[in-house]
Protein backbone atom coordinates (compact mmCIF):
# COMPACT_ATOMS: atom_id res chain seq x y z
CA UNK A 1 0.00 0.00 0.00
CA UNK A 2 1.33 3.32 -0.90
CA UNK A 3 2.83 5.48 1.56
CA UNK A 4 0.14 8.02 3.17
CA UNK A 5 0.51 11.56 1.42
CA UNK A 6 -1.00 14.92 2.50
CA UNK A 7 -2.55 17.18 -0.48
CA UNK A 8 -4.30 20.86 -0.64
CA UNK A 9 -6.76 22.10 -3.08
CA UNK A 10 -6.07 25.55 -4.27
CA UNK A 11 -8.68 27.71 -5.45
CA UNK A 12 -8.45 28.25 -8.93
CA UNK A 13 -11.50 30.35 -8.90
CA UNK A 14 -12.71 33.20 -7.61
CA UNK A 15 -16.68 34.41 -7.35
CA UNK A 16 -15.33 37.81 -8.73
CA UNK A 17 -12.03 39.14 -10.49
CA UNK A 18 -9.27 39.32 -7.35
CA UNK A 19 -7.35 41.53 -9.19
CA UNK A 20 -3.94 39.21 -8.28
CA UNK A 21 -3.99 35.61 -8.43
CA UNK A 22 -0.50 36.17 -7.13
CA UNK A 23 -1.79 34.96 -3.61
CA UNK A 24 -2.75 31.11 -4.88
CA UNK A 25 1.06 31.46 -6.91
CA UNK A 26 2.76 32.26 -3.58
CA UNK A 27 0.08 29.04 -1.67
CA UNK A 28 1.72 26.40 -4.08
CA UNK A 29 5.29 28.02 -3.53
CA UNK A 30 4.63 27.49 0.50
CA UNK A 31 3.34 24.02 -0.12
CA UNK A 32 5.98 22.73 -1.93
CA UNK A 33 8.52 24.48 0.69
CA UNK A 34 6.48 22.78 3.87
CA UNK A 35 6.51 19.26 2.15
CA UNK A 36 3.17 18.91 0.76
CA UNK A 37 2.76 15.80 -1.13
CA UNK A 38 0.75 16.90 -3.97
CA UNK A 39 -1.53 20.21 -4.85
CA UNK A 40 -4.58 19.68 -6.30
CA UNK A 41 -6.82 22.24 -8.64
CA UNK A 42 -10.03 21.72 -10.23
CA UNK A 43 -11.22 22.34 -13.57
CA UNK A 44 -14.32 24.35 -15.60
CA UNK A 45 -14.28 25.41 -19.00
CA UNK A 46 -17.12 27.95 -19.73
CA UNK A 47 -21.31 27.64 -17.49
CA UNK A 48 -24.38 27.90 -18.47
CA UNK A 49 -26.78 29.37 -16.16
CA UNK A 50 -28.37 25.84 -14.58
CA UNK A 51 -25.89 26.06 -11.83
CA UNK A 52 -28.82 24.02 -10.30
CA UNK A 53 -27.73 20.90 -11.31
CA UNK A 54 -24.51 20.96 -9.25
CA UNK A 55 -26.96 20.21 -6.66
CA UNK A 56 -28.20 17.03 -8.53
CA UNK A 57 -27.10 13.45 -8.24
CA UNK A 58 -28.65 12.04 -11.01
CA UNK A 59 -26.81 14.32 -13.57
CA UNK A 60 -23.37 13.96 -12.13
CA UNK A 61 -23.75 16.58 -9.18
CA UNK A 62 -23.57 16.01 -5.31
CA UNK A 63 -26.96 15.78 -3.51
CA UNK A 64 -27.83 19.76 -2.01
CA UNK A 65 -24.26 20.68 -3.22
CA UNK A 66 -23.94 24.99 -4.12
CA UNK A 67 -21.79 25.93 -7.39
CA UNK A 68 -18.58 27.83 -5.83
CA UNK A 69 -19.34 30.88 -8.16
CA UNK A 70 -21.76 32.09 -10.29
CA UNK A 71 -21.65 31.85 -14.09
CA UNK A 72 -19.10 34.84 -14.20
CA UNK A 73 -16.98 33.61 -11.54
CA UNK A 74 -13.72 33.67 -12.58
CA UNK A 75 -12.07 29.79 -12.98
CA UNK A 76 -8.47 29.46 -14.61
CA UNK A 77 -7.56 26.34 -17.08
CA UNK A 78 -5.90 23.29 -14.56
CA UNK A 79 -3.27 22.71 -17.21
CA UNK A 80 -2.27 26.16 -18.40
CA UNK A 81 -1.81 27.16 -14.38
CA UNK A 82 -0.17 23.74 -13.51
CA UNK A 83 2.59 24.91 -16.24
CA UNK A 84 3.17 27.95 -14.21
CA UNK A 85 3.26 25.91 -10.62
CA UNK A 86 5.74 23.85 -12.13
CA UNK A 87 7.96 26.90 -12.88
CA UNK A 88 7.82 27.69 -9.12
CA UNK A 89 8.01 24.39 -7.26
CA UNK A 90 10.32 21.66 -7.28
CA UNK A 91 9.15 18.49 -5.36
CA UNK A 92 5.00 18.91 -4.82
CA UNK A 93 3.12 16.41 -7.04
CA UNK A 94 1.11 18.35 -9.13
CA UNK A 95 -2.94 16.96 -9.75
CA UNK A 96 -5.78 18.32 -11.64
CA UNK A 97 -8.81 17.22 -9.41
CA UNK A 98 -10.61 16.95 -11.87
CA UNK A 99 -10.23 17.74 -14.79
CA UNK A 100 -13.17 16.90 -17.88
CA UNK A 101 -10.79 15.52 -19.82
CA UNK A 102 -13.54 14.62 -22.73
CA UNK A 103 -13.80 18.60 -23.56
CA UNK A 104 -10.26 18.37 -24.96
CA UNK A 105 -9.35 16.49 -27.92
CA UNK A 106 -8.00 13.53 -26.93
CA UNK A 107 -4.78 13.43 -29.40
CA UNK A 108 -4.19 16.96 -27.72
CA UNK A 109 -4.86 15.99 -23.99
CA UNK A 110 -1.81 13.53 -24.69
CA UNK A 111 0.39 16.04 -26.13
CA UNK A 112 -0.66 19.04 -23.48
CA UNK A 113 0.00 16.14 -20.21
CA UNK A 114 2.94 14.19 -21.75
CA UNK A 115 4.45 17.90 -22.19
CA UNK A 116 3.51 19.38 -18.73
CA UNK A 117 4.99 16.05 -17.21
CA UNK A 118 8.42 16.12 -18.97
CA UNK A 119 8.95 19.88 -17.81
CA UNK A 120 7.78 19.09 -13.99
CA UNK A 121 9.94 16.47 -13.80
CA UNK A 122 7.68 13.73 -14.19
CA UNK A 123 5.26 15.44 -11.50
CA UNK A 124 1.97 15.11 -13.25
CA UNK A 125 -1.32 13.08 -12.06
CA UNK A 126 -4.43 13.34 -14.17
CA UNK A 127 -7.80 13.71 -12.12
CA UNK A 128 -10.43 13.05 -14.35
CA UNK A 129 -13.98 12.92 -14.49
CA UNK A 130 -17.43 13.05 -16.37
CA UNK A 131 -18.44 16.25 -14.81
CA UNK A 132 -22.68 17.15 -13.82
CA UNK A 133 -23.08 20.47 -16.48
CA UNK A 134 -24.78 20.10 -20.00
CA UNK A 135 -24.24 23.15 -21.06
CA UNK A 136 -20.55 22.82 -20.88
CA UNK A 137 -20.77 19.96 -23.65
CA UNK A 138 -23.32 21.48 -25.51
CA UNK A 139 -20.41 24.72 -25.82
CA UNK A 140 -18.05 22.66 -26.96
CA UNK A 141 -20.73 20.80 -29.50
CA UNK A 142 -20.25 17.05 -27.78
CA UNK A 143 -23.06 15.11 -26.06
CA UNK A 144 -23.54 15.33 -23.02
CA UNK A 145 -25.50 11.90 -22.72
CA UNK A 146 -22.37 10.47 -24.21
CA UNK A 147 -19.83 11.87 -21.71
CA UNK A 148 -18.81 8.58 -20.63
CA UNK A 149 -18.16 6.84 -23.64
CA UNK A 150 -15.87 10.30 -24.58
CA UNK A 151 -13.68 9.96 -21.30
CA UNK A 152 -13.33 6.04 -21.78
CA UNK A 153 -12.21 7.51 -25.67
CA UNK A 154 -10.08 10.19 -23.92
CA UNK A 155 -7.95 8.30 -22.05
CA UNK A 156 -7.74 4.84 -23.93
CA UNK A 157 -6.09 7.90 -26.99
CA UNK A 158 -3.75 9.08 -24.14
CA UNK A 159 -2.56 5.59 -22.68
CA UNK A 160 -2.06 4.77 -26.14
CA UNK A 161 0.00 7.57 -27.53
CA UNK A 162 2.19 7.62 -24.17
CA UNK A 163 2.69 3.89 -24.03
CA UNK A 164 3.13 3.44 -28.19
CA UNK A 165 6.12 4.76 -29.93
CA UNK A 166 3.98 3.51 -33.01
CA UNK A 167 0.55 4.49 -32.01
CA UNK A 168 -2.49 3.09 -33.44
CA UNK A 169 -6.12 3.39 -32.49
CA UNK A 170 -9.70 2.56 -33.82
CA UNK A 171 -12.47 3.45 -31.99
CA UNK A 172 -15.95 4.56 -32.07
CA UNK A 173 -15.54 7.57 -34.85
CA UNK A 174 -11.89 7.81 -34.25
CA UNK A 175 -9.48 5.91 -36.35
CA UNK A 176 -5.48 6.65 -36.67
CA UNK A 177 -2.66 4.81 -37.39
CA UNK A 178 1.31 4.99 -37.45
CA UNK A 179 0.99 8.35 -35.35
CA UNK A 180 4.11 9.00 -33.15
CA UNK A 181 3.61 11.26 -30.57
CA UNK A 182 7.09 11.96 -28.51
CA UNK A 183 8.08 13.17 -25.56
CA UNK A 184 6.04 10.62 -24.06
CA UNK A 185 5.70 11.64 -19.91
CA UNK A 186 8.76 10.64 -18.10
CA UNK A 187 6.53 8.89 -15.70
CA UNK A 188 6.71 4.49 -16.35
CA UNK A 189 3.40 3.79 -18.54
CA UNK A 190 2.02 7.50 -18.57
CA UNK A 191 0.71 10.20 -15.85
CA UNK A 192 -1.00 8.42 -13.76
CA UNK A 193 -4.67 8.82 -14.15
CA UNK A 194 -6.81 9.37 -11.35
CA UNK A 195 -10.39 8.66 -12.27
CA UNK A 196 -13.36 10.62 -10.13
CA UNK A 197 -16.88 9.09 -9.83
CA UNK A 198 -19.54 7.70 -7.30
CA UNK A 199 -18.88 3.92 -7.82
CA UNK A 200 -21.42 2.45 -10.09
CA UNK A 201 -20.68 -0.25 -12.39
CA UNK A 202 -19.92 2.06 -15.40
CA UNK A 203 -17.19 3.83 -12.88
CA UNK A 204 -15.95 0.47 -11.54
CA UNK A 205 -15.13 -0.33 -14.79
CA UNK A 206 -13.23 2.73 -15.76
CA UNK A 207 -11.26 2.65 -13.03
CA UNK A 208 -10.30 -0.58 -13.59
CA UNK A 209 -9.14 -0.42 -17.34
CA UNK A 210 -7.76 3.26 -17.03
CA UNK A 211 -6.93 4.02 -13.11
CA UNK A 212 -3.84 3.91 -10.88
CA UNK A 213 -5.84 5.70 -8.28
CA UNK A 214 -9.62 6.73 -7.16
CA UNK A 215 -11.30 10.21 -6.47
CA UNK A 216 -14.16 9.63 -4.64
CA UNK A 217 -17.32 11.91 -5.55
CA UNK A 218 -20.97 12.34 -4.04
CA UNK A 219 -21.83 10.13 -1.01
CA UNK A 220 -18.40 7.84 -1.92
CA UNK A 221 -16.30 10.82 -0.60
CA UNK A 222 -18.78 11.08 2.83
CA UNK A 223 -17.55 7.20 3.42
CA UNK A 224 -15.24 5.90 1.20
CA UNK A 225 -13.94 2.54 2.95
CA UNK A 226 -17.13 0.62 1.30
CA UNK A 227 -16.47 1.81 -1.83
CA UNK A 228 -12.38 1.25 -1.41
CA UNK A 229 -13.35 -2.85 -0.72
CA UNK A 230 -15.53 -2.70 -3.89
CA UNK A 231 -12.67 -1.51 -6.48
CA UNK A 232 -10.27 -4.08 -4.77
CA UNK A 233 -12.32 -6.73 -5.12
CA UNK A 234 -12.93 -5.44 -9.34
CA UNK A 235 -9.52 -4.73 -9.67
CA UNK A 236 -8.06 -8.63 -8.41
CA UNK A 237 -11.20 -9.66 -10.52
CA UNK A 238 -9.79 -7.84 -13.60
CA UNK A 239 -6.13 -9.55 -12.38
CA UNK A 240 -4.58 -6.48 -11.54
CA UNK A 241 -2.29 -5.63 -8.06
CA UNK A 242 -4.12 -3.59 -6.17
CA UNK A 243 -1.00 -2.97 -3.91
CA UNK A 244 0.04 0.44 -5.58
CA UNK A 245 -3.70 1.54 -6.21
CA UNK A 246 -4.80 5.34 -5.05
CA UNK A 247 -7.71 6.33 -3.04
CA UNK A 248 -8.12 10.22 -2.45
CA UNK A 249 -10.08 11.55 0.35
CA UNK A 250 -10.62 14.62 2.56
CA UNK A 251 -8.74 15.44 5.31
CA UNK A 252 -11.43 15.08 8.19
CA UNK A 253 -10.72 19.31 9.40
CA UNK A 254 -11.90 20.03 12.87
CA UNK A 255 -11.98 23.02 14.08
CA UNK A 256 -11.40 25.35 17.32
CA UNK A 257 -13.65 27.84 18.59
CA UNK A 258 -11.35 30.57 16.76
CA UNK A 259 -11.99 28.57 13.62
CA UNK A 260 -8.88 27.81 13.24
CA UNK A 261 -7.76 24.14 12.36
CA UNK A 262 -7.58 22.08 15.36
CA UNK A 263 -5.00 19.81 14.01
CA UNK A 264 -4.51 17.38 16.91
CA UNK A 265 -8.14 16.79 16.52
CA UNK A 266 -8.30 16.67 12.64
CA UNK A 267 -5.59 13.91 12.56
CA UNK A 268 -6.86 11.45 15.08
CA UNK A 269 -9.34 9.70 12.48
CA UNK A 270 -5.83 9.72 9.86
CA UNK A 271 -4.72 6.89 11.16
CA UNK A 272 -8.03 4.32 11.04
CA UNK A 273 -8.78 6.00 7.27
CA UNK A 274 -5.03 4.86 6.30
CA UNK A 275 -5.85 1.76 7.20
CA UNK A 276 -8.84 1.35 5.01
CA UNK A 277 -6.95 2.62 2.47
CA UNK A 278 -7.16 5.78 1.85
CA UNK A 279 -3.91 7.30 0.40
CA UNK A 280 -4.03 11.00 -0.11
CA UNK A 281 -5.53 12.94 2.22
CA UNK A 282 -6.47 16.42 0.48
CA UNK A 283 -6.78 19.36 2.58
CA UNK A 284 -7.92 23.62 2.02
CA UNK A 285 -5.73 26.45 1.69
CA UNK A 286 -6.73 29.92 2.84
CA UNK A 287 -5.30 31.88 0.64
CA UNK A 288 -6.18 35.11 2.66
CA UNK A 289 -3.82 34.39 5.12
CA UNK A 290 -0.49 36.58 5.28
CA UNK A 291 2.18 34.10 3.12
CA UNK A 292 4.28 33.95 6.57
CA UNK A 293 1.33 32.47 7.87
CA UNK A 294 0.10 30.46 5.42
CA UNK A 295 3.52 29.00 4.93
CA UNK A 296 4.06 28.59 9.18
CA UNK A 297 0.31 27.10 9.19
CA UNK A 298 1.18 24.11 6.20
CA UNK A 299 4.37 23.44 7.80
CA UNK A 300 2.46 22.67 11.12
CA UNK A 301 0.13 20.82 9.30
CA UNK A 302 2.65 18.49 7.60
CA UNK A 303 4.43 18.21 10.55
CA UNK A 304 1.14 16.83 12.00
CA UNK A 305 0.19 14.84 9.41
CA UNK A 306 3.16 12.80 9.32
CA UNK A 307 3.38 12.09 12.74
CA UNK A 308 -0.18 10.84 12.45
CA UNK A 309 0.78 7.98 9.66
CA UNK A 310 4.33 7.23 11.01
CA UNK A 311 6.44 8.92 8.53
CA UNK A 312 9.74 10.94 9.44
Not at 149 to 162: F, G, H, P
Not at 227 to 241: F, K, Q, T, V
Not at 263 to 281: K, Q, W, Y
Amino acid sequence: MPTPQLSVMLKNFSATDPGSWQPLLEAAKAADQAGVDRIAISDHVVFGENLEAYGDSTVGGIEGGKQPTGPDGMWLEPLTLLSVLAGITTTVRLATGILQAALRRPVVLAKEAATLDVLSGGRLDLGVGVGWQREEYEAAGLSFEGRGRLLNEALAVCQTLWREERANFDGDGLHFEGIHCMPKPLQSGGVPILVSGTLNDRVIDRVVRFGDGWIPWGPDAKDPVVGIARLREALAAAGRDAGGFQVFGSLPVVKGPDRSIDLARTMEAVPALAEAGVTDFRAPVALTLEPSARADSLAEMVAAFRQSVGRS
